[in-house]
Every structure is written in C-alpha cells, then in structure tokens.
C-alpha cells in the first residue's frame, strides 16, 4: 500500500521558517516527480512546488525565493524548506507523487497544517 506522510508543520511567526518531510512507502518512486500542494481555510488546493526524478524544481510564484522542494531518491523523501513565512502561507500543506509522464498526481499524503501568526 503506498503511503505519503507528512511531518514538519506547526505554528511560526511571520519572517520565520520551517520545513516539511514527506516520507513515501509501498512501491519504488524510480521517474515520480513528487509536490507540495496546500490548501487554506475556505480555499481551493494550489500547487506550490514540484520537483522532478531528475532534480528540476518549479515554484508557484507565490513561493519563488522563499520556498525550496528537495528530494532524497534513496530515503524516497521530499522536503519542503519555508522561510520568510508569511502570515497569508497558512494552510495544511500536502505531499504529493506522480509519474513523470502523467498530467495528475495520484498519491497524496493527509497533510500537515502550517499556521504563520502575524
């Protein structure tokens, strides 16, 4: 069974930083790109960032010099590094994996809140 599991999240204030883990189990993520999606309160789900198998990193520009995705293929973990947080950054924050080739992210995590007091 494959499972995403986040970790990392909690309350910071604003300018502060966290990072997020997700750690993924039950099949090999040999060509996934794997992602961070989060979603606030009254929101839809955006995307934030995504990384390929290969390294590529893109960003939501929301995000872009504030945020950097990493990925260790042989732990199959992702990290989500957040600094200069930002009171509108609140939201539970998920992982996410796809094949390279698809166009949809099939696994997803349960997520992990993020709470930026201003």
């Known amino acids: 069974q494959v499972q995403l599991v986040e970790s990392g999240g909690g309350l910071v204030p604003a300018g502060g930083s966290l990072r997020l883990s997700c750690a993924a189990s039950?099949?090999?993520?040999?060509?996934?790109?794997m992602a961070w999606f989060r979603q606030a309160p009254g929101k839809e789900r955006e995307f934030v960032a995504t990384?390929?198998?290969?390294?590529?990193?893109y960003y939501a520009d929301s995000v872009k010099g504030r945020f950097t995705i990493s990925r260790d293929n042989a732990k199959n973990t992702v990290s989500l590094q957040m600094n200069s947080l930002k009171p509108e950054d609140t939201a539970v924050y998920y992982c996410a994996s796809k094949p390279s080739t698809a166009s949809t992210y099939d696994y997803w995590g349960q997520g992990t809140q993020v709470t930026v007091s201003s």
């Open positions: 990384i390929t198998w290969g390294g590529r990193r």
């Open positions: 039950g099949r090999t993520f040999n060509n996934y790109a």
